[in-house]
């Protein structure tokens, strides 16, 4: 159904469809002349169908029937108007109009067919997913990514550089890898939606490509008939029983899961990857990484050599890093706004990945 804007349609559309109650009691007298004014009756009902699609989407964290999400927070709802993707609707809470203002540009022309809707403090704080809301919420749908769709390269990159979450747990590790993604120069990504995990990539995940949906399985078969490059980030030095092997040097677009039957994959740090290249980076649970079925069949592994005594970083540190040297070797090649504060890798050689040699493997490159 879509929503007109005017302010007599869309108070009778919210009355008729869902019952709502405008409170007259004299403490709440202002507020909910105030609400009138922006042209929606207060819903009051706990049952009242927006409101349940909004409990869904944000403190449920699923999506609606329609594919919905929801955001919270006047910066994310900032962010999701922005982002051109669709608005099936826009929640205030009494105490939460005073964001309206700020908002105003991208709710109130027209043009725009969503409803803007207005709940209590009370009802907003038991849909809400924060401990202290801000009174303002949206439910937006994340643009459809297909796999063509991802694996293509952007007219701005020299190359699809892709990251896959592949039992990423924490919401937050989950957002703040999409917006390290996005910041460094990420053409694309693979991962679940989660209101949690939208909040902490302040919007990212609303503007950069995202797969969602699609097995690990299937996705990686996916990556090798198109060519892309599987590194994935490891926390082991060594695979079970089986030695690594550095690749030997390939010529071509195309290349095998292993460079034999009987070897693991070879053990990189982030500077001895051509990121140039098609490449999709895997990342792992935040405890375990990856899956030791996933590391073997990679085209490589990928490793932050670290001082002794530190275990491992988390998640979304590691990703950091890593994408970090992706981004400084990608603007090397093609002008970009990230300067490089580390001088330029020796030429490249055709293979997505070069071999480890001596002391050098674990040696960052020298600063200048």
């Known amino acids: 159904m879509t929503y007109l804007r005017a302010p007599n349609r869309l108070t009778s559309s919210a009355r008729n469809l869902l019952p709502s109650t405008v409170m007259a009691t004299p403490g709440k ?21 927006w409101l349940k699609e ?24 900032e ?13 205030f809470s009494e105490s939460g109009e005073r964001h309206h203002e700020r908002l105003a540009s991208l709710i109130d022309p027209p043009e725009m067919a969503f409803p803007v809707l207005r709940t209590t403090d009370r009802l907003f704080e038991g849909l809400a997913d924060t401990e202290h809301p801000q009174g ?13 769709d991802l694996v293509s390269t952007p007219s701005t990159a020299c190359a699809p550089l892709l990251v896959v979450l ?14 390290t993604a996005a910041a460094f120069g990420a053409t694309g990504g693979a991962s679940p939606y989660s209101p949690k995990a939208l909040r902490a990539s302040a919007g990212a995940a609303l503007h950069l490509p995202i797969l969602a949906g699609m097995s690990l399985a299937i996705l990686l078969t996916q990556f090798k008939i198109a060519g892309i490059r599987t590194l994935a980030s490891s926390v082991r030095e060594n ?36 990121w140039c290249q098609p490449v999709a980076l895997l990342v792992g649970n935040e405890g375990g990484g990856l899956p ?8 490589a592994r990928i490793r932050i050599p670290m001082a002794s005594g530190v275990e491992s970083l988390n998640a979304a540190a590691a990703a950091a890093v890593v994408l970090y040297e992706a981004a400084r070797q990608r603007n090397s090649i093609r002008a970009s706004n990230i300067q ?29």
């Open 292 to 299: 030791e079925e996933v590391e073997r069949s990679a085209d």
């Open 340 to 368: 490089e504060s580390v001088a330029s890798q020796p030429p490249k050689t055709p293979d997505a990945v070069r071999s480890p040699k001596s002391s050098d493997a674990l040696r960052p490159p020298e600063e200048t």
């Open 136 to 148: 303002v919420a949206a439910l937006v749908k994340p643009r459809e990514v297909s796999f063509d």
């Open 29 to 49: 007298a202002a507020r909910n002349n105030r609400s009138a004014a922006n042209g929606a009756a207060l819903l009051t009902s706990r049952d009242n169908r």
């Open 239 to 274: 695979l079970g029983s089986l030695p690594s092997t550095a690749l030997p040097p390939t010529v071509g677009a195309r290349f095998s899961a292993s460079p034999s039957g009987d070897a693991a994959p070879p053990l990189l740090a982030p500077w001895e990857v051509d």
């Open 79 to 91: 962010e999701a108007l922005r982002s051109g993707c669709p608005i099936r609707a826009v929640l």
């Open 166 to 179: 592949a039992g990423v747990q924490d919401p937050g590790n989950v957002g703040t890898i999409l917006r």
């Open 54 to 77: 909004f409990r869904m989407a944000l403190r449920g964290g699923l999506p609606t029937e329609d594919g919905f999400v929801g955001v919270e927070g006047v910066r994310l709802v």
